[in-house]
């Protein structure tokens, strides 16, 4: 009778914990840059997941809960989260992270723990080697960068480039001017930004093409229209909430690739829908999000474990149709790489309009040039100097005051060694950053790169005052 009553006990239990589990909610991560530079991106593009999600409970899809996470928009915080989201079984997908590095980073954890992942934002080409639970739904930089390049020989000749020197702006402007090229335009210039950069060398341009980000683009667009105003055509970034306030009262002769196109009832019913709740326009990245948590959706409840939505995903296209999307039909190639609709946009009068909608082709050939691999910093993984630094005299070299040890490094004990080129200014603080050499994987190097700017010196001296200057400087992280 004992042993009776302990198989019903244990067979009452079993279907309590299988009952509990059905009951669970399915958890979709979210990693973005809830705080730091891309604050405004991230949390638009949180916003419209959020309502994503909504829109899928008034459905009748209710067990669906989303866990945002914060990754500053740095290395060592997106690998944090991302860890900690992908040890827990619970999580079936990723959408995230927005900005480049921060993909190229955890897409080695998306393949240890087999978690489907689709960023909304991220653009460089290498991304599509970063294995096969990695999916994008924005073109990348080959396809923006010839796409754009292609048109920019259609409105003149001489073309001047300005970009930023990271994974961002290098896949961008490679591309474009290989279009350009290959297409007989002429290269006047081809300037890496920096605040202060003399920009003079391109106002004779007939096209200024900018490949930086929101800040960057904002003051460059400032300077050449006060500096004669040439035509300006620019990347998605020109689709951002930061971008298009600043367009809103100052932007003239500008056109810039971009997803949505405004002349679609459902776009414009979703972008009234967002304004009317949070009141102000939504950014393209925000929208691709919404889209991206549907493509998600729309693989529950048949697939409930990351192994079948990774295998939905890949389906669409194949031996299923493409998803319609807000944004247009969205399928992927065998890289993860979205088969979708684009458009190009145009400031006219200081409002944002669709001038093209265009069908993107995804079998663009590769080019024959190997693409430079990039960090964070806008460094080469194995960097060549071609310019030495400027060298600066001085009679007291800097030293450290605090140096401290990357967190995220020492938790795991993690050890390395190399040389970081450091500008430090007068008050001593760390004001640029560079890896120089190291023994470890680049990824670690961008988290040392992160960790600098948090290091304080007793700045260099010149007899008895203080100098800005740049020095070689070895680092060596052991647990002792």
């Not at 096969?132 to 960068?145: K, V």
């Not at 399928?331 to 009068?349: C, H, M, N, Q, Y």
């Not at 909608?357 to 995804?362: A, G, K, N, W």
């Amino acid at each position: 009778m004992k042993n009776f009553v302990k198989l019903i006990i244990v067979f009452i239990s079993i279907i309590y914990l299988v009952s509990s589990s059905e009951l669970q909610a399915v958890k979709i991560g979210a990693v973005l840059p809830l705080s730091g530079e891309f604050t405004l991106e991230g949390r638009c593009a949180l916003r419209c997941i959020e309502m994503a999600i909504e829109d899928a409970g008034r459905s009748g899809l209710t067990d669906l809960e989303l866990i945002p996470y914060d990754d500053s928009s740095t290395v060592s915080g997106a690998l944090l989260v991302t860890e900690i989201i992908a040890r827990d079984n619970n999580f079936i997908a990723l959408i995230g992270p927005y900005n480049d590095w921060c993909v190229r980073a955890i897409s080695p954890l998306l393949t240890k723990y087999r978690l489907p992942t689709i960023t909304p934002s991220s653009i460089n080409s290498i991304i599509s080697e970063m294995g096969e639970y990695l999916f994008r739904i924005c073109p990348n930089d080959e396809y923006q960068g010839r796409f754009l390049g292609n048109y920019a020989i259609t409105k003149g000749k001489n073309i001047a480039t300005i970009y930023e020197d990271n994974l961002y702006g290098q896949g961008l402007k490679f591309f474009f001017n290989d279009e350009i090229k290959s297409k007989g335009g002429v290269l006047l210039a081809t300037i890496p930004y920096s605040r202060g950069v003399d920009l003079s060398s391109v106002i004779e341009a007939d096209i200024v093409f900018i490949a930086c980000g929101p800040i960057a683009t904002i003051n460059i667009c400032d300077e050449l229209i006060r500096g004669g105003n040439p035509f300006k055509l620019g990347s998605d970034v020109m689709s951002s909430q930061r971008f298009k306030r600043w367009a809103s009262s100052n932007a003239s002769r500008i056109e810039h690739f971009t997803y949505i196109d405004t002349s679609k009832q459902e776009v414009k019913a979703f972008i009234d829908r967002y304004k009317a709740r949070y009141g102000e326009l939504p950014c393209d990245w925000g929208i691709l999000s919404y889209d991206a948590a549907n493509l998600i959706i729309a693989s529950l409840p048949s697939a409930n474990n990351r192994k079948s939505v990774k295998n939905f995903l890949t389906s669409l296209g194949n031996e299923r149709e493409p998803i319609k999307c807000i944004t247009g039909s969205i399928s992927f190639t065998p890289k993860g790489d979205a088969v979708r609709d684009v458009s190009l946009g145009k400031i006219i009068e200081k409002k944002a309009v669709v001038q093209r909608v265009t069908t993107l082709e995804p079998n663009i050939e590769k080019p024959q040039l190997p693409l430079p691999d990039v960090n964070e910093e806008g460094e080469s993984e194995e960097p060549q100097v071609t310019e030495a630094p400027e060298f600066v005299a001085y009679d007291e070299p800097p030293r450290v005051k605090k140096m401290t040890y990357p967190n995220y490094l020492r938790q795991r004990q993690i050890e390395c060694s190399g040389i970081l080129s450091l500008t430090i200014d007068t008050t001593g603080k760390v004001a640029d950053s560079k890896l120089l050499r190291s023994d470890a994987p680049d990824w670690i190097g961008e988290i040392v790169i992160e960790e600098s700017y948090k290091w304080e010196f007793y700045p260099a001296k010149q007899r008895d005052k203080v100098i800005k200057v740049t020095v070689a400087f070895p680092f060596k992280f052991q647990i002792k």
